[in-house]
């Protein structure tokens, strides 16, 4: 109930502060499609998860691969998150935020070891994912450096099977049944391991998989005397409906805090225990806005055929994602008629089945919701559309945080030979 009041709280505060005025002049400023992220929302969201990890010693570390704009990972870095990366060039937009490499893990899968000597050469905390690459790193840097590894626990959570990652057939982390190879390595270069890490999957609900995997983390974590940190991952579900379930924080708090205390005590020091959300932060803190290009009433049914598509948000299409649709232009009308909303590309384009909205018009401006993890993160330029603009709206002001890409953009790296 708390939880699902808090939340309530959330989209209430987040319509009255950007619905009509401010959300249609944005598209009015910027045109559509636009991406619009709310930055109080992430700030409530940052202390809600704060507040139900307030008696361990909880670090939040952002999976910034949810949503890499400098701005939002500036912001991030002013709410005191630290940043979790998957590649170079994450870590260096968020060098360019203004974090400090202290501040930066980087969370490596199946990569090149030139990837890690590169976050290495930059002062990153690397977490490793494989038995051959920890050698490496044992030839290489031996025990002068710190170094996370991320195990398999072989628990399945996540929404769906695409991301789900702790499971038993998964390619990611080194499976739990490899604890011994991992020792051989660690006492063959006396590797300073000061964290182990897992990720189980994202849009998990049940914060009892959460607490299965801590349990096999805290076993694991007694054959290893220097850990500083266990990172439990992110993969904490929102809701994309009133009323949707969702991961109950707070309970997961209580839970998994009296657990992680009590392994502390019995491993004798106060370790730092870690998250790395994506979704959390910044799922409900996004709205794509798109306009109505097409109204098309077929015999079967009313599209909404909108001048965006899974170039711009993929889930729909990739993972059936619901996302939450709302006719801004309209936004004080009944909700009368039913729609299909699809996308302009040339490709079936879902983005939304059945819905309910006011009766609208081509040219009415439509608001998809959860648009700020996982949506112009995974954008392209398939077909060769421009990926869309992005403000990020903090405190009362809207500021433009990415321009709108142009046909320089689309030409930048091709090469006319001449035939
Ligand atoms: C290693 C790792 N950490 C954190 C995340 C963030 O997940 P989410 O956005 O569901 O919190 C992911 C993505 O699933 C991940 O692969
Ligand atoms: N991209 C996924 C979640 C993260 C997967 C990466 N481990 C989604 O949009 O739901």
Request: proline fraction near 3%; charge should be negative.
């Amino acid at each position: 109930m708390v939880c699902y009041s808090s939340i309530l709280l959330i989209f209430v505060f987040y319509t009255f502060q950007m619905e009509n005025t401010t959300l249609l002049e944005l598209a009015e400023n910027y045109g559509t499609p636009l991406y619009v992220y709310d930055g109080d929302v992430i700030a409530a969201k940052v202390e809600r998860l704060r507040a139900a990890f307030k008696e361990v010693n909880m670090k939040i570390k952002y999976a910034c691969k949810a949503n890499t704009n400098i701005s939002v990972l500036a912001l991030m870095k002013k709410l005191g998150v630290d940043i979790d990366v998957v590649s170079p060039q994450e870590m260096k937009l968020a060098l360019s935020a203004g974090f400090s490499p202290e501040q930066i893990t980087f969370t490596s899968s199946g990569v090149g070891f030139d990837e890690i000597e590169a976050c290495v050469n930059e002062g990153v905390l690397v977490n490793i994912d494989n038995l051959s690459t920890l050698e490496k790193f044992g030839q290489k840097y031996g025990s002068s450096l710190p170094v996370f590894i991320r195990i398999r626990p072989n628990v399945a959570g996540g929404g769906n099977e695409k991301i789900s990652t702790g499971h038993g057939n998964s390619k990611f982390g080194i499976p739990i049944e490899q604890k011994g190879e991992i020792l051989k390595l660690v006492n063959k270069y006396q590797l300073r391991i000061v964290g182990l890490h897992q990720h189980t999957g994202s849009d998990i609900k049940d914060g009892s998989t959460f607490v299965q995997a801590a349990e096999v983390m805290f076993e694991l974590a007694k054959d290893f005397d220097n850990l500083q940190y266990l990172d439990f991952g992110g993969g904490f579900k929102v809701p994309y409906k009133e009323g949707d379930v969702e991961t109950d924080m707070e309970d997961l708090g209580v839970q998994l805090s009296a657990r992680f205390k009590a392994f502390c005590a019995s491993y004798g020091r106060e370790l730092e225990l870690w998250f790395e959300p994506g979704k959390y932060l910044v799922s409900e803190s996004g709205l794509l806005l798109a306009s109505v290009n097409v109204v098309k009433n077929n015999p079967n049914g009313t599209l909404l055929g909108l001048n965006t598509g899974l170039n711009h948000l993929i889930r729909p299409m990739m993972y059936d994602a619901y996302h939450g649709v709302y006719n801004i232009s309209k936004a004080k009308e009944e909700a009368s008629k039913r729609y299909n909303i699809v996308g302009y590309m040339c490709e079936t384009d879902d983005i939304a089945k059945d819905r309910t909205l006011p009766e609208t018009e081509e040219g009415d401006i439509m608001a998809i919701r959860n648009a700020g993890a996982y949506g112009f993160t995974m954008a392209s330029n398939y077909n060769s559309r421009f990926r869309p603009a992005e403000v990020l709206y903090y405190q009362g002001k809207s500021h433009l945080v990415r321009k709108r890409e142009t046909m320089e953009d689309i030409l930048k790296n091709q090469i006319l030979i001449e035939l």
